[in-house]
């Protein structure tokens, strides 16, 4: 058995087939995540943006107004401090401003900067080549579904209650540093 199956099949032996199917897509989802966000890391690296940056960046331009620190984290499923930190490196690289929020002085707001729209628009037409590269095993009815598929499954873990986190305390409050 290879690697790949040995690690699929880890520890699922005695486990009804339904359940063990869901472990094997949720392991297959998880390494292939991985692996597309390796290969992203790799094409971003000359530019020094990192994929999680980028994702960071793209989810505050598809807000309607600047979002706080915590709207980011709630957004893109990270802790308020993970946000913080990439935000400062981006505001170190010039992609972004980090602005105290004018009816909430704790409270920041993380405000793109042209140089960010400037970089993704020399960017976009070979990262989305490299996206559809990467995808082609796929026909064009098929990404439909896995879309589909996916769509479900952030729906269903959005709704999901929030698990309780340690305490993290605010990381939009000044001083939280």
Same mark, same amino acid.
């Given at each position: 058995?290879? @690697?790949?199956?040995? !690690?699929?099949? %880890? $520890?699922?032996?005695e486990v009804e &087939?339904? @359940?063990?199917?869901?472990? &094997? @897509?949720f392991r297959m989802l998880m390494m292939g995540g991985t692996r597309l966000r390796g290969l992203l890391d790799r094409a %971003? +690296? *000359? $530019?020094?943006v990192t994929t999680q940056q980028g994702v960071l960046l793209s989810w505050i331009e598809s807000q *309607?107004? *600047? *979002?706080?620190?915590?709207?980011? @984290?709630a957004?893109?499923?990270?802790? =308020?401090?993970?946000?913080?930190?990439?935000?400062? +490196? %981006?505001? &170190?690289?010039?992609?972004l401003d980090i602005e105290v929020d004018a009816n909430?002085?704790?409270?920041?707001?993380?405000?793109?900067?042209? =140089? =960010?729209?400037?970089? !993704?628009?020399?960017r976009n037409v070979d990262d989305f080549a490299a996206v559809h590269a990467w995808t082609a095993a796929w026909s064009d009815a098929e990404v &439909?579904?896995?879309?589909?598929?996916?769509?479900?499954? =952030?729906?269903? %873990?959005d709704a999901l209650p929030a698990p309780r986190a340690g305490s993290e305390g605010n990381d939009d409050e000044v001083g939280a540093d």
């Open positions: 058995m290879s @690697a790949g199956k040995q !690690w699929l099949n %880890l $520890s699922l032996d &087939r339904a @359940a063990a199917d869901r472990v &094997r @897509a %971003l +690296a *000359p $530019s020094g *309607p107004a *600047p *979002p706080t620190i915590t709207a980011v @984290a957004g893109v499923g990270m802790t =308020h401090q993970n946000v913080k930190q990439i935000a400062l +490196a %981006l505001q &170190r690289k010039g992609f909430d002085r704790r409270s920041r707001r993380l405000v793109l900067t042209p =140089h =960010h729209y400037r970089f !993704w628009r020399t &439909r579904q896995v879309l589909r598929l996916l769509r479900r499954l =952030h729906d269903h %873990l």
